[in-house]
T-cell receptor, first 114, second 112 residues
Framework: NAGVMQNPRHLVRRRGQEARLRCSPM?????VYWYRQLPEEGLKFMVY????????ESGMPKERFSAEFPKEGPSILRIQQVVRGDSAAYFC????????????FGPGTRLTVT | EDQVTQSPEALRLQEGESSSLNCSYT??????LFWYRQDPGKGPEFLFT???AGEEKEKERLKATLTKKESFLHITAPKPEDSATYLC?????????????FGKGTKLSVKP
């Protein structure tokens, strides 16, 4: 059973460009979560999605950030007009519908903004 | 404000030297407390879930316990391969069921 998959693993963007991060949940998991980990900081919750629904986006910055989990395909975290402060590791997690608290994490995407 | 504090920030042990990591929390109604292990450059690996005070879980050399204010991760006779950062997280009653609040972690180094 494949785990949570994220791609790309590393992404370099120049200031002002767009970054798209992809996440495929574990088989049988219908809940997806995105977290950001800044250097020397703990993981911070960003958004919680189910298929075609945003359940909780209380951790998402108000501007430039958006997330979706379409009926078909991976979940996408999109960052428009990236700035240096967006450089971080972005982790996706998924959970089964019956145990939403138990989140299994992917390997992360390390975004570097130059 | 819901908060998770882990101590110590870093811990160095000799192989076979048992110790404990601490996770103290302040939340408005605890739904669950979670321990993860994170190796450098990788995502957190799920270890344990604890739901109520007095609960204990064990896995190999690790044992997690929970009280009303804190959780401990006991490591018995650690080996070098136990070296990693251990993360504690809570799911608070006031947040959505997806919103985990993480501590900054304890970086454990086990020397042979």
């Amino acid at each position: 059973n494949a785990g949570v998959m994220q791609n790309p693993r590393h992404l370099v963007r120049r200031r002002g460009q767009e970054a798209r991060l992809r996440c495929s949940p574990m088989k049988g998991h219908s809940h997806v979560y995105w977290y950001r980990q800044l250097p020397e900081e703990g993981l911070k919750f960003m958004v919680y999605l189910q298929k075609e629904n945003i359940i909780d986006e209380s951790g998402m910055p108000k501007e430039r950030f958006s997330a979706e989990f379409p009926k078909e395909g991976p979940s996408i975290l999109r960052i428009q007009q990236v700035v240096r402060g967006d450089s971080a590791a972005y982790f996706c997690a998924s959970s089964p519908p019956t145990i939403p608290y138990e989140q299994y994490f992917g390997p992360g995407t390390r975004l570097t903004v130059t | 404000e819901d908060q998770v504090t882990q101590s110590p920030e870093a811990l160095r042990l000799q192989e076979g030297e048992s110790s404990s990591l601490n996770c103290s929390y302040t939340v408005s109604g605890l739904r669950g407390l979670f321990w993860y292990r994170q190796d450098p450059g990788k995502g957190p690996e799920f270890l344990f879930t604890l739901y109520s005070a007095g609960e204990e879980k064990e896995k190999e050399r690790l044992k997690a316990t929970l009280t009303k204010k804190e959780s401990f991760l006991h490591i018995t006779a650690p080996k070098p391969e136990d070296s990693a950062t251990y993360l504690c997280a809570v799911q608070a009653g006031g947040g959505s069921q997806g919103n985990l609040i993480f501590g900054k972690g304890t970086k454990l180094s086990v020397k042979p």
